[in-house]
């Protein structure tokens, strides 16, 4: 391998994850060929402007030609047909990839459309709520988990090589299995996002509190859910369809706990709120500590020097 | 009033927004003499090392002798007694303000323990996760809105002098009727903060999901909610307590919009899941474009760079 796990690399997908493989496997691993692909004919020009990779394919399959790894950078629900587009343009030996945030219907969707091949999925626990060709940057994975989900038979070596090129773009890599990291995710991940939609519309829809003065009384704490809010709508609609069963399984165990404090708060118990607001410090201090966030109070926002 | 609206200007609670108004008054109003006190002799000792004040009293009483001012910054619930304990030493013409983030609570106790007195309750919609006396500083108010919320029978000129007072600290302040803010700040913060404490909470409490890949995952969304779930547990539980009905209604408004999400989930209804996700993003929109928050990805945060 000569150094780098690969030697050319295909990007499927030129949106925030897939532009910032592009500008990192650039800046990371020199030598590296980059070709990159997108469906949609305004974000190959914007890539191709960009520079997010040497090259930019205009169709699925010959982005495909002669890459040895393959990694598809589309909704999770768009897997499956983007896989069957770059079917011809594969080949034998590649290995096949995405960064999907739901890893059991993309792993069902990838083994589906490239019956034979070598599919390794994988999750990089990295982003923003950015979307599209111009929001990537080459920094974006570094320190960030990479959770890799080798199938059963996967051939070692493969899984080797995968999970070099995501430490070669600053990732620290774990791998599990599928379903597993289906039900961490949806904690960590897609019941937080479920709920920041949900609190901003439904702050969006009253009548006896303005938009305005919602948005102008924001900094009581809305204002961090509108960020997590504003992340892209197809993407979160495919991983809350892909990931269903995981997502009402941790939605129904949060609704227990809110029924729970809604009763304290109903009957006047200060103890309950009390007990349940002390023991949430402990989880923050680990995030801090593991360097998973900012120590800085407020994450260091500029908003204090006056500047906001 | 010669430039400064007050001469004297006491603090009773030298914690989180005590400890930041006694910077700020001293970085923003010199000529001001800034005095504190807190209940705990721990916290006087902390205050006096910190310089959080021209002068620390060792008895509340004391501490407002000869002020035209005094602001109470401790947790609602400890609102009343707090104004009792100060009221020998509290001269006729003082104005009587507070920090609190229920109003309507706040101004019958107060209203109560010292009747015949200038009270005008008020409340800075600032502050961060952090709490106690070092974690103030001075520019903690600047851009930020302060809610004013003046009693029918308030004399204007007091009104209008405390106004003064909160944009001399960089604030900008907007008056209106006590219920109005604790139905405002219900949805802008409330219960934001109780859904941060629940989901920290519920995901501290899994079995198949270990608390240390909570940890390491946390950057898929959770770790934004862990912030907020580390603010201070004593003035929560009494934010809750005190501004009950307000917070049960709109916790009520929230279950319902997450109950029609979950069921689309459940029914596979994506096209439901992507018109809720797409109208969110205006009012993020409108956060930014008000300086409320900073507009950079991620809020700016450091971890990009691969200090995190």
Same mark, same amino acid.
């Given at each position: ?15 925030? #994850? ?32 960009? =520079?997010?990779?040497? =090259? ?169 859910? @509108? ?6 709508? @197809? ?12 997502? #009402? ?9 809110? @029924? ?49």
């Amino acid at each position: 391998m000569s150094g780098a796990p690969f030697a050319q690399v295909t990007i499927v997908g030129l949106g925030l #994850l897939g532009g910032s493989i592009g500008h990192a496997v650039q800046a990371y691993m020199p030598g590296v060929r980059v070709v990159g692909y997108d469906a949609d004919p305004d974000v190959r020009a914007k890539a191709r402007a960009l =520079g997010l990779a040497h =090259g930019i394919a205009d169709d699925a399959a010959s982005a495909a030609l002669g890459s040895d790894l393959v990694v598809l950078c589309v909704p999770v629900g768009a897997m499956g047909a983007a896989a069957v587009a770059l079917a011809p343009g594969i080949s034998a030996d590649a290995v096949i990839s995405d960064v999907g945030s739901s890893k059991g219907s993309v792993a069902r969707a990838l083994a589906e459309a490239l019956p034979g091949h070598h599919v390794i999925p994988a999750h990089p626990v990295a982003g923003t709520e950015r979307s599209g060709p111009d929001a990537g940057f080459a920094t974006l994975f570094v320190n960030r988990w990479c959770i890799v989900t080798p199938p059963e038979n996967a051939a070692p070596a493969k899984v080797a090589q995968l999970v070099a090129f995501w430490e070669a773009l600053g990732a620290r890599v774990e791998t599990m299995d599928a379903d597993h990291h289906d039900k961490v995710l949806a904690v960590t991940s897609h019941l937080p996002h479920l709920i920041a939609y949900t609190i901003v519309g439904t702050a969006s829809d009253l009548e006896q509190v303005t938009q305005s003065e919602v948005i102008k009384y924001s900094a009581g704490g809305f204002r961090d859910f @509108t960020r997590i809010a504003a992340s892209d709508p @197809t993407m979160w609609r495919d991983v809350f369809l892909s990931n269903r069963e995981a997502v #009402l399984e941790m939605l129904q165990r949060f609704t227990e706990d809110l @029924t729970e404090l809604q009763k304290a708060i109903r009957k006047g118990d200060g103890d309950t709120l009390f007990d349940q607001f002390t023991r949430t410090r402990a989880i923050r201090r680990g995030i801090i500590e593991m360097g998973q966030d900012d120590a800085r109070p407020d994450f260091g926002r500029a908003d204090h020097s006056g500047k906001g």
